[in-house]
Every structure is written in structure tokens, then in C-alpha cells.
């Protein structure tokens, strides 16, 4: 039986992964904003007989504070995780600041990502073939991150907001490879491909309907789920990988994985998160 950790499990394609993991037999433990949801799922859980492996676990991981206690209670509750899988998402068309001063999408996207995944290594490393799933875009060209303004105090835009969290994600599965390279841990890029996922955020009208779109011609989230499941059933073996709807594609490509701005970024998000 794994312990497998999925932030965004509520809804979406986190929420498809965690029932996919509770009919293997796995622990879960979904970590959500809202409560009501959360006890939805468990009670669900019951329902079908795996109400004593299902856990949820409530929290605004937009507040870096709320990332590091779930750090703590994970760690202190569970003590070895077989796999911690990165689902998180809202998006805002209008901007939005969180009470620790980050714009929120780079808050939710990245920033949390940034803290679970080394705040819970100590943990993944206890267990055998451990694993990081960071479902995000990677193998789509993005913008470099904006070095004087990673916040969008200037030049607004919900869809450039999370292209730029994209690109974040990337450059962090560069850098945590690069550091703890020589663990067990893998870090693994998924790129879902057109879901027809949940889609939760506050959106303008003209990218409501296109997300409308989306849900009636994106694919079935059982069919996002899968590629993600065979990678917590059987974690690559380099540090670093990246798929595409379950197709793997290299990492080498400085475009798409430049080394020298991923060692930027951590340099850079460690500066934040000290303040």
C-alpha cells in the first residue's frame, strides 16, 4: 500500500486520481481548500469501503504559511510518502494578492509547489521508489519569468499569470533534480494534455466560454489520470523526466529546461519565502 499526498484532490483531475488511487488499495490524502468537499470525498470513500485510508486535509496553499504547516502535519502523521502528486489550481481573470503579499496565481502554482516539494523529500525519501508528480504544461514554449516582476504589478493578464507559473514548474523540477539528484526521489512534469477537468477560478466572459469549450471537447479525466498513475506505480528512473498526455519527451532542450534560470528561480524563491 502507497501513501500518496495530491494538493488540488477535490476536484478535477486530483480528485479522479485520488479515487483511482483509493480502489487500488492506496492511503490518500487529499489536501483541499474547502472543507465541505473534502468531507464529500470521504464520505464517498466510506461508501466504497476505503474510509480508513482516505484522509483530507484542509488548506489555502495560495499562503505559503498553510503550505509549511502541511509540511509539519503530513511529516509528523504519516512519516514516510510514497508519492506527492501536484494538482492545485485557480484561475483569476482579474488579478488577486494574497494576505503574505504574492500574486495568487503565483502564490497557489508555484510557490506551494516549491515548498511541499523539498519540505516533504525527508518524508519521500524514506520509502522505497518515491516519486513527485507536478501536473503542469511542460513541452509548451512559455515566456521567461519575470525577474523584476514575478507578482504582475504591471500588465495583468489571467492566461500570462499562469503560463508564467508554468514555466516555474518547469524550471523547479530542473532545479530539484539538480540538487537532490542523488536521492530517491524522482521528479516527474505531466502534461495532461485538453481535459475536461473542473476548471475552478473567477473568469471574464469571453474565457468562461472558451473554457466551456474545453469541458465539452477536452478528454475524460480518467483518461488524464491514467499516465499519472502508471508514473506513481513506476517512477522513472532519472531525477528528471517530462510527459506529454503519457508521451515521454526529453529535458534537455534549453528552451523548454534551461538549466542556468532553474538555479536562478531557487536562488530567487528562497530569497521570498525568507522574508
Known sequence: MKTVVITGGNDGIGRGLAQERLERGDRVVVIGRSADKGQRLLA????????????????????VGESRR???????????????????????????ETAEGYESTFALEYLSRHVLSHGLTDALEKSESPVIVNVSGPGIPKPPIRWDDPHFRAGYDGLAAQ??????????????????????????LVNPGSTATSFAG???????????????????????????AEVIDAPPAEPLSAFVEGQRIGVDDPRLFDRE????LAEFTERLLAR
Open 44 to 63: 464517498e470513500a466510506e461508501k466504497r469501503g476505503a474510509g480508513e485510508r482516505a484522509h483530507f486535509v484542509a488548506a489555502d496553499l495560495s499562503l
Open 261 to 264: 534560470a532553474a538555479a536562478r
Open 202 to 228: 473567477e473568469y471574464d466572459p469571453v474565457t468562461k466560454s472558451q473554457v466551456e469549450m474545453i469541458r465539452r471537447m477536452g478528454k475524460p479525466v480518467e483518461q488524464a489520470v491514467a499516465p499519472i
Open 70 to 96: 502541511v509540511v509539519g502535519e503530513l511529516t509528523e502523521t504519516f512519516g514516510a510518502l510514497d508519492a506527492l502528486v501536484l494538482c492545485a489550481r485557480f484561475f483569476r481573470s482579474a488579478r488577486a
Open 163 to 188: 503560463r508564467h507559473a508554468g514555466m516555474a514548474n518547469d524550471l523547479l523540477g530542473v532545479a530539484y533534480a539538480a540538487r537532490n539528484g542523488s536521492g530517491r526521489t524522482r521528479y516527474v
